[in-house]
C-alpha cells in the first residue's frame, strides 16, 4: 500500500492545474481602436504623389471598435528611408499629428501628417508605424497603442494630346492621328477619349461648324508612364476655312495611379493650309452634294499663272461608285484668259448608301500653256448631305374646345427626318395676335406633321381676317439649323352671344310634356266612371 501511493502521488501531483470556470486559456488583448487604411491624401480623398515631392499630406483611418468615446488622439508617424517631417519637431525621424475631435464609438478618424519625399525614392510600396495616444473621455489616464501597415507611392500621371500631322488640306478628306502621351510617373488608366463640339462655343472657336469628324469615340486603354498611346479619324474640311486654325475639343475620362476617376479637356489643334500653289489651275468646289437627288457638282477653275491656258480637258473619278457622274466624266473648256475662272457644272447623283460620308475625287487636269502641254493630278472631297425638304400647308383656324386655334400640316418631301422642330405664330399688320410657339419634335418623311396653336391676344381681339407668318425652325443630320417662313391669311369668328332661342323652345317642350301628362290622366279617370244601364219599355 505504502509503496503503490508512492506510484500514484506523483502521478497526481504532476497533472496540470484546473482553471476555474469562465476563465479562458488564451491571452485577450483588445484595442480600443483598430487601423483601416494609410494613404498620400486628405480626408477628402486620395491624391498622387511623387519622389522630390514637398510638404505632402500623408492620412492614416482609424476605428474607435471601443465601448466608450476618446479623446486627444495623437500621432506619431515612423517612415523609412526618404520620408522626413515637413515641419520640424523635437522628435528628428519621427512626424507628429494630432485629432483635437472626440472620437465617438463605432465612429472613424483621421490622423493627417506632413511629409516631404526625397527625389531618392521610388514609385514603390513601403510600410512604417504609427504610435497612437488617447483617453477615453470617462476615464483618467492614457493609452497607447502601434500599427504596422503598408503604403506606396503611386507617382503622377501628366496627360499630354497632340496631333502627329496638324498641317492638313482644305477640301479634302485628312486622315489624323493624335498622339496621347504620359509624361509622369503613374499610368493613365483606361484613357477614354470622345469628341465634344458643344463645349466648341465656351472655347472662343466657331469654325467647326461645316467640318466633318467621321468619329466621335475612342478608348485607348492604358498609357504607362513615361509612354504614348494614338488614335486616328478622318476629318473633312471645306475649302472655304483655308488658313485657319481648327481647335478639336476633346474630352478625355481615366483613372489616376490612386484610383481615382479625373474627367477633363483638352484642344487639339489643326492647321488648314492654303491651296497648292505649284497647280496653275486651282479648283473650288462645294461643300456638299445632296442625297438622292439629281444635282450639278459646280466645280470652280481658276488659271493662276500670268498666261493664257487653253485646251483645257478634266476628267473627274469619285472615290465611290455610289456616287455617279451622270455624262461623260470628261469635261473640256476652250481656254482661260491668265488670273481669271470659270465654272463647269457637272450633273450627278449621290446614292443613300453614302449619306453622311465624305466622298474623294482624283481630277486630272490637262491643257496647253506657252506653246506646251501640262498635266496636273489633283483630288478634292466634298461631303453628301441628307436631303430636308420642308412645306407647310392647310393653315386655318379651327374651334377646339371652345378656343379657336391656328392648325397646319408639316410636309418634310425629302429623304430624312428633321430634328428638334418648332413652329411659331406670329402676327403681321398691327395685328392683337399673341406670338406663340409649339414644339413638334421630329418632321418625318412618310407622313405630314400637324400643328395647332391656340390663339391668344396682347390687347383686344381682331377677328375677321388676319395675317400671320408660320415660321418653322428645325435641325438636320449634323445638327445644323434650319429656317423656313410662310406668310398666310386667316379669319378669325367673332363668337355671337347667346339667344333666347333656346329658352323659348326649352318652354315649348315643357308645355308639351305637361300636355301629354293632362291627357293620359284624364283618360285614366274616364275608364273609372260607372256605366248606367237605361231600359226601354214598351207600352203598346
Avoid: C
Avoid at 508512492?6 to 469562465?22: C, K, R, T, V, W
Avoid at 465601448?67 to 523609412?80: A, F, M, R, T, V
Avoid at 483638352?266 to 442625297?291: E, H, K, N, Q, W
Amino acid at each position: 500500500m505504502f509503496l503503490l501511493g508512492q506510484i500514484i502521488i506523483p502521478s497526481y501531483a504532476s497533472a496540470p492545474e484546473h482553471l476555474a470556470p469562465g476563465v479562458s486559456p488564451f491571452e485577450h488583448a483588445f484595442n480600443d481602436i483598430k487601423f483601416l487604411d494609410a494613404y498620400f491624401g486628405t480626408s477628402s480623398g486620395k491624391i498622387e504623389v511623387q519622389p522630390d515631392d514637398k510638404n505632402v499630406p500623408f492620412t492614416i483611418v482609424f476605428s474607435n471598435v471601443g465601448s466608450e468615446d476618446i479623446s486627444g488622439i495623437k500621432g506619431l508617424l515612423s517612415l523609412p528611408v526618404g520620408f522626413s517631417p515637413a515641419i520640424a519637431n523635437a522628435n528628428a525621424n519621427l512626424i507628429e499629428a494630432d485629432n483635437t475631435q472626440v472620437a465617438t464609438s463605432g465612429s472613424s478618424f483621421f490622423l493627417t501628417f506632413f511629409v516631404n519625399v526625397d527625389k531618392n525614392t521610388n514609385v514603390n510600396s513601403y510600410t512604417g508605424t504609427v504610435q497612437v495616444s488617447y483617453s477615453r473621455v470617462r476615464e483618467n489616464g492614457s493609452h497607447t497603442n502601434y500599427f504596422d501597415f503598408a503604403f506606396k507611392v503611386p507617382g503622377k500621371s501628366v496627360l499630354n494630346m497632340k496631333a502627329e500631322n496638324q498641317f492638313i488640306q482644305p477640301a479634302s478628306n485628312n486622315q489624323i492621328t493624335v498622339q496621347v502621351s504620359n509624361d509622369g510617373t503613374a499610368g493613365l488608366n483606361n484613357v477614354d477619349i470622345t469628341l465634344n463640339p458643344q463645349s466648341n462655343s465656351t472655347m472662343g472657336s466657331s469654325n467647326l461648324q461645316n467640318v466633318v469628324i467621321n468619329q466621335n469615340h475612342w478608348n485607348i486603354g492604358t498609357v504607362a508612364a513615361q509612354s504614348s498611346s494614338t488614335f486616328s479619324f478622318n476629318i473633312f474640311v471645306p475649302q472655304d476655312i483655308t488658313g485657319q486654325t481648327l481647335h478639336i475639343p476633346l474630352g478625355i475620362t481615366y483613372f489616376d495611379g490612386q484610383g481615382n476617376q479625373i474627367t477633363t479637356s483638352r484642344l487639339v489643334d489643326l492647321i488648314v493650309g492654303p491651296a497648292s500653289s505649284t497647280f496653275v489651275v486651282r479648283l473650288s468646289t462645294p461643300s456638299y452634294l445632296m442625297m438622292g437627288v439629281m444635282q450639278n457638282l459646280t466645280l470652280g477653275l481658276e488659271n493662276l499663272s500670268p498666261s493664257k491656258i487653253s485646251d483645257i480637258s478634266i476628267t473627274l473619278v469619285p472615290s465611290s461608285s455610289d456616287l455617279k457622274i451622270l455624262q461623260d466624266p470628261r469635261w473640256f473648256v476652250n481656254e482661260i484668259n491668265p488670273l481669271e475662272k470659270t465654272t463647269l457644272n457637272i450633273p450627278v447623283f449621290a446614292d443613300q448608301n453614302i449619306s453622311n460620308q465624305a466622298v474623294n475625287f482624283d481630277a486630272n487636269i490637262q491643257y496647253t500653256k506657252d506653246g506646251s502641254t501640262v498635266i496636273e493630278k489633283q483630288s478634292f472631297a466634298t461631303y453628301i448631305r441628307p436631303v430636308i425638304d420642308i412645306s407647310v400647308y392647310g393653315v386655318d383656324v379651327l374651334n377646339i374646345g371652345g378656343k379657336q386655334n391656328i392648325i397646319g400640316n408639316i410636309l418634310n418631301q425629302g429623304n430624312i427626318k428633321g430634328q428638334f422642330a418648332t413652329v411659331t405664330i406670329e402676327s403681321v399688320d398691327n395685328s392683337n395676335i399673341k406670338k406663340s410657339v409649339q414644339y413638334i419634335g421630329d418632321i418625318d418623311i412618310d407622313a405630314p406633321t400637324p400643328f395647332n396653336i391656340p390663339i391668344d391676344f396682347t390687347g383686344n381681339p381682331s377677328f375677321g381676317e388676319n395675317k400671320v407668318v408660320v415660321t418653322v425652325t428645325y435641325k438636320d443630320s449634323l445638327l445644323q439649323p434650319h429656317t423656313i417662313t410662310q406668310e398666310n391669311t386667316i379669319t378669325l369668328a367673332n363668337p355671337t352671344p347667346q339667344t333666347n332661342d333656346t329658352s323659348q323652345l326649352q318652354l315649348i317642350i315643357l308645355v308639351a310634356i305637361a300636355a301629354g301628362i293632362g291627357g293620359i290622366v284624364f283618360k285614366v279617370r274616364k275608364a273609372k266612371l260607372p256605366i248606367t244601364k237605361k231600359v226601354i219599355e214598351n207600352t203598346s
